[in-house]
């Protein structure tokens, strides 16, 4: 019998490589069909390895769901950027690879940042989707986050709708 070993843990910079590698496949999987495909392209290239490093190098909260040796899934977060809106904490991303989706990770993933931002007395969360990402909405729906907020945001030459989920302590 074997034992598969699943963590969860901050990100360190020698991560940055396959944090890139994640981001880069859950991204085409998540977006393809919605962002345009060449802004899609550039955000995503963007996003390499030098990007991630740098933004762990300062600080930046990066989870890692580790799967094995594989990293599995990443949640990017902090403090609240939309002053308008009265939450303390934001998870600005997360994400898995699309093998690892559906097995119960992602809530696993969201219940670690939540914790660490409780941690820092960020008790309240906010997260935004996209509203034609259907797979995040019902995600974020189903772990209890009521539509607090809606905006926009421009693709290209596409503006696309994205939807606020909140969370109180």
Not at 126 to 149: C, H, P, Q, T
Request: net charge positive.
């Amino acid at each position: 019998m074997s034992t598969v070993l699943i963590e969860i843990r901050r990100a360190k910079t020698r991560d940055a490589a396959a944090v890139a590698e994640c981001h880069d496949e859950a991204w085409r999987t998540a977006y393809q069909g919605i962002i345009p495909g060449t802004e899609l392209e550039k955000l995503i290239v963007r996003r390499g390895p030098a990007w991630w490093e740098s933004a762990i190098r300062k600080g930046s909260r990066v989870a890692l769901l580790q799967f094995e040796d594989k990293i599995a899934g990443y949640a990017n977060y902090g403090r609240n950027r939309a002053r308008s809106l009265y939450y303390d904490g934001e998870i600005y991303e997360l994400y898995l690879r699309p093998e690892f989706q559906g097995l119960g990770f992602g809530r696993r993933l969201f219940t670690a940042a939540r914790r660490d931002l409780a941690h820092s007395a960020l008790k309240s969360l906010i997260v935004w989707a996209l509203s034609e990402n259907d797979n995040a909405v019902e995600f974020y729906r189903a772990l209890g986050g009521k539509a607090v907020a809606r905006s926009s945001e421009k693709f290209g030459t596409r503006v696309l709708d994205k939807v606020a989920f909140g969370w109180q302590s």
